[in-house]
């Protein structure tokens, strides 16, 4: 568990938008397939999602209704909206662009100065 | 979003609020249960699967409350939240919530009240249109008089108002057929109702048109109180004719309902035509101009458009150069002041002391917020652990600080529904209040809206302010540490914030106990000074001849048969009459200006001195026991025939005598040129206040001044008041059927000097026992909370042998080094607080030995009471039951 990084601030939301955005999922789903798109890289407390679950429902990014799971269990299923597609865009690029701001800033060698 | 589909959203949250919030409670735990699937399918048991699943979860009841807020659960939502888990505790500690609402209904209930009075008498404007337009033309002295003449001069010269009206207070008999009864009327100048722009509630009502000349008018409009109370609210009284001391008026109309005149104090019962007052008064005053004529209560009127106040002061004050000049012996040096109607006189006193006592109400309040503040902090630290809890299972300390404020809340605000009722119970029965028998007087305060926002803003501000004295507490507390070792085993040796409020409301119990002890020892002297005449065993007979129709020299015969009459009353010691009212009655003593014999040009910068004028008979003196200290009383012979003679008083012959051996045989004049020769010099004497400084005064012959209708004679007796009285009214009804008597004791008259200083000593007496009862709480509570903390250590104390001295020196010695503190602290403030007292209080000196000890003594006597029970509790201290217990 050594290897696991606490998020940072705000990626959370980008994070359920991308998990939800392969497909609807109740909240469990949602932390199994952060865990398995981030190779359990990332570590997020299991209360702290629902927050932010509530909050995306609140800005109209995510839908929720009610269904039942494969444990046979009913749960709440979230999809993103058109709005969250977009959302979910506009975030990845930004997030890509610093990714590959930060990477070229910290590659440089000295001899590049 | 619009802001009403908002409100739809937030309504429907809030209804559906239990089903959002299972709902919540389901998903939450759906999560669990998946987590616990997965877990026992990697081979957990399911027990030990789901209490994983939990602790992987986290705080339940923190991320609960967290979706909750991001689901848009509003602030309301939480606070009906926080309101019913503040009931829940408050219900769990009644004591404490009882204590705290008592005490904020008192301090609540108090402001209230002072504030209605307030409101009342100050801020209330009165019930006329535009009412702050509506200006009263004051003299120098703040009074109003003014001569008919002047008035018209006035009136008529002035530039800046639209018109002015003026009033004259007439007390006459009123008969609507064979029934009299005195009433209170308003003898008004024509154009009174078209200056205020009041319509009649019926009939009609006069206007300036209706007069022409004296005696034109006999025109009356009814009060609407009057009109129900006297007439029963019938409508046929319109073209009605009644009799006004024996002369026929005609009822035109009734004002509005809520119109009484535009004097608060003074209800009218009835307006009529000033062009008629001489019927009713049975003198004319609508041509002298003197300085002894000024009849006219009140002159006021509406500025005009663009005329500020300042430049109608400087056009009334040229005019009344100008009157100066043309009329030297007449018209008095005067500047006038622009008031609004309503208390004349009184207003800044009355402002003064309302003002004072809202003051002192308010620091009621806050001793009662720092007593609370600090019964909280201990409250809540009582609750650390639980507190503790919650932060540990995941609350914030915003929201516990939230759920702190939301219960100090809720207490002050059944603090203050409370104190309201009480305070409105309180208000409307001052307002049917009527302070003295025999005169009109009333306090007009009917509680309204304003009275319930500043109550609900009492109790939000008190309630922050007491809710925020645990906050820092709160902010401190180590969850940790707390559920570790147990709550509040540490007692902090430094200064708390609970100690410095303990001694600020103590402080404030001694500013008030102390300005109450003032005031107190005030009344009590102003009740046993020397007046200058002695009021016991002395009944007093007011009639007022006019209202049985006598004028002129009618009057001092009939007087002269009442006084013969009187004399044959059994039990009758001493009679004597005086005109008008004796001295200190009503509050109603002429005063008049005096030049030396000298003098030739009677113009007012050549006045000697202005002295009280009484007219008394032979006598008087005896009845009212005025010490004649030298030369002769007057007898019947002293009259129109023979030169004219006074009695002064001593002041008088030290102004302008110097001695009073030199006095007798002196002469001195009057207004009016006529020299009196002095006869003799009684003892100095209080005429109209209490709080006068020593006046000069003078005393004519009632047969050497013009007549006057209101004649009081003064009966001194050792019989029963009641019996006397009666017959008296046998003795002067035989004499005639229509005389209108009023008996009181002299003493009872002097309520109304009295009054004043009573008001302000039964206020100050109310809010002192308040204090002193908070600061016995307050006391109370540290001493007590103190002793239980410690008692362990007490026991320790105890087991290692100490004396009972020492345990209570480390029981209470704090809470007695506090209440010294603070006692000498509101000793000084009181101190200097109570020259406040000094105008309304006789001889408020707060240097009195008596009031001093008064002070400590009643400190030392809450101390005692409030460590009291605390005390004992120490001392009982077993320490095998304690250190077995821990």
Not at chain 2, 757 to 773: E, F, K, P
Request: net charge positive; aromatic share 8%.
């Amino acid at each position: 568990m050594t290897d696991q990084a606490q998020i940072l601030p705000g990626t959370l939301d980008l994070l359920i938008l991308k998990a939800v955005s392969l497909g609807p999922l109740h909240g469990y789903g949602v932390l199994l397939r952060i865990g398995q798109i981030s190779d359990s890289a990332l570590l997020i407390e299991q209360g702290a999602l629902y927050p932010a679950l509530f909050r995306l429902v609140r800005q109209g990014l995510l839908k929720a209704s009610w269904g039942t799971s494969d444990n046979n269990r009913r749960a709440k299923f979230y999809e993103l909206t058109a709005a969250g597609r977009k959302r979910l865009r506009e975030e990845a690029d930004g997030w890509n662009r610093l990714v590959t701001a930060m990477a070229a800033a910290l590659a440089t060698r000295p001899e590049e100065v | 979003m619009k802001l009403s589909a908002h409100f739809g959203v937030l309504a429907v949250k809030i209804f559906r609020r239990s089903e959002v919030s299972s709902e919540l409670d389901e998903e939450l735990r759906s999560h669990i249960a998946h987590r616990a699937d997965d877990l026992e399918r990697s081979g957990l048991p399911r027990a030990e699967a789901e209490r994983r699943a939990r602790i992987e979860f986290g705080g339940f009841q923190g991320y609960r409350e967290a979706s909750h807020e991001a689901l848009g659960a509003h602030f309301l939502e939480t606070l009906l939240q926080d309101v019913r888990f503040a009931l829940r505790v408050l219900r769990k500690s009644r004591g404490f919530t009882f204590a705290a609402v008592v005490t904020l209904a008192l301090a609540i209930g108090a402001n209230a009240v002072v504030f209605g009075i307030l409101d009342a008498l100050v801020l209330r404007p009165l019930h006329v249109p535009h009412a702050e337009n509506l200006w009263g033309i004051e003299n120098t002295d703040g009074s109003g008089w003014q001569s008919y003449p002047n008035y018209l001069d006035l009136r008529d010269r002035n530039r800046s108002f639209e018109d002015l009206a003026a009033i004259k207070m007439t007390f006459v008999g009123l008969d609507t057929g064979n029934d009299p009864a005195p009433a209170t009327g308003w003898a008004t100048t024509g154009n009174y109702f078209d200056v205020l722009g009041i319509h009649p509630y019926l009939g009609r009502v006069f206007h300036a048109g209706d007069e022409h000349g004296p005696n034109s008018a006999p025109y009356i409009v009814l009060s609407y109180t009057y009109w129900h109370s006297r007439f029963q609210d019938d409508r046929s009284v319109i073209g009605r004719t009644v009799m006004l001391n024996k002369h026929p008026f005609t009822i035109i109309g009734v004002a509005p309902r809520d119109f009484g005149g535009t004097l608060l104090f003074i209800p009218a019962a009835f307006f009529m035509p000033i062009v008629n007052q001489e019927q009713v008064d049975g003198e004319n005053i609508l041509n002298a101009r003197g300085i002894n004529n000024r009849e006219v209560f009140d002159m006021l009127g509406r500025l005009k458009p663009g005329v500020t106040p300042a430049q109608a002061l400087r056009d009334l004050n040229s005019i009344h150069a100008q009157l100066e000049k043309t009329y030297p012996r007449e018209v008095d040096h005067n500047t006038f002041t622009l008031g609004h109607p309503g208390l004349y006189v009184f207003a800044r006193p009355a402002g003064a002391f309302v003002a004072g006592l809202m003051l002192l109400a308010g620091l009621i309040l806050l001793a009662a917020c720092a007593n609370l503040g600090s019964l909280f902090a201990a409250h809540a630290a009582d609750r650390s652990r639980e507190l503790a809890l919650r932060l540990a299972l995941g609350s914030t300390r915003i929201r516990i600080l939230r759920q702190l404020l939301t219960e100090a809340i809720v207490i002050s605000l059944a603090g203050s529904a409370a104190g309201l009722l009480g305070s409105i119970a309180l208000l409307r029965r001052l307002s049917t209040w009527q302070p003295f028998s025999q005169a009109p007087i009333q306090i007009p305060v009917t509680p309204d809206a304003k009275i319930y926002i500043v109550a609900l803003l009492l109790a939000l501000v008190s309630g922050f302010l007491f809710g925020m004295v645990p906050v820092r507490q709160v902010l401190k507390v180590n969850p940790y540490e707390v559920v570790k070792a147990g709550a509040g085993s540490r007692l902090g040796r430094r200064i708390t914030a609970r100690d410095v409020l303990l001694v600020f409301q103590i402080s404030i119990c001694a500013v008030l106990v102390t300005s109450s002890l003032v005031a107190v020892r005030g009344l009590v002297r102003g009740m046993h000074s020397n007046y200058g005449f002695d009021p016991q065993d002395t009944l007093t007979v007011g009639a007022n001849l006019a209202m049985a129709g006598y004028v002129g020299d009618k009057i001092p015969a009939m007087q002269r048969r009442m006084y013969d009459a009187l004399q044959t009353v059994p039990g009758a010691e001493r009679v004597g009459l005086v005109n008008n009212y004796p001295p200190l009655v009503n509050t109603a003593a002429n005063s008049e200006n005096v030049f030396k014999d000298e003098t030739r040009d009677f113009s007012q910068s050549n006045v000697a001195a202005v002295p009280f004028r009484f007219e008394i008979s032979p006598g008087y003196l005896g009845a009212s026991a005025t010490t004649l200290l030298i030369g002769r009383d007057f007898t019947w012979r002293d009259d129109k025939s023979e030169a004219a003679v006074a009695l002064i008083n001593r002041e008088f012959s030290s102004v302008l005598f110097g001695t009073v051996n030199n006095a007798v045989g002196r002469h001195f004049r009057l207004q009016d040129g006529t020299s009196v020769e002095v006869v003799g010099v009684v003892e100095n004497g209080k005429y109209l206040s209490l709080t006068e400084s020593q006046q000069p005064a003078m005393f004519l012959p009632v047969l050497q001044t013009p007549p006057s209708p209101l004649s009081t004679f003064v009966m001194r007796s050792h019989r029963d008041p009641e019996e006397l009285a009666a017959a008296i009214r046998r003795n002067l009804r035989k004499l005639d059927q229509g005389l209108v008597l009023d008996t009181q004791t002299w003493k009872g008259l002097l309520d109304v000097v009295l009054f004043p200083a009573r008001v302000a000593t039964m206020a100050l007496g109310v809010l002192g026992a308040m204090g002193a009862m908070l600061s016995i709480t307050g006391i109370f509570g540290m001493a007590a909370y103190s002793v239980s903390k410690r008692l362990k250590e007490l026991g320790i104390r105890v087991a290692l042998g100490a004396h009972r001295r020492e345990v209570l020196a480390a029981a209470l010695g704090r809470a007695i080094k506090l209440l010294l503190l603070g006692s000498a602290a509101g000793l000084l403030f009181g101190v200097l607080a109570t020259r406040v007292l000094a105008s309304i209080v006789y001889q408020a000196t707060p240097r009195d030995p008596l009031v001093l000890a008064g002070v400590v003594l009643a400190m030392v006597l809450l101390g005692l009471v409030a460590t009291w029970i605390p005390a004992q509790r120490a001392l009982s201290v077993d320490p095998m039951v304690l250190l077995r217990e821990e």
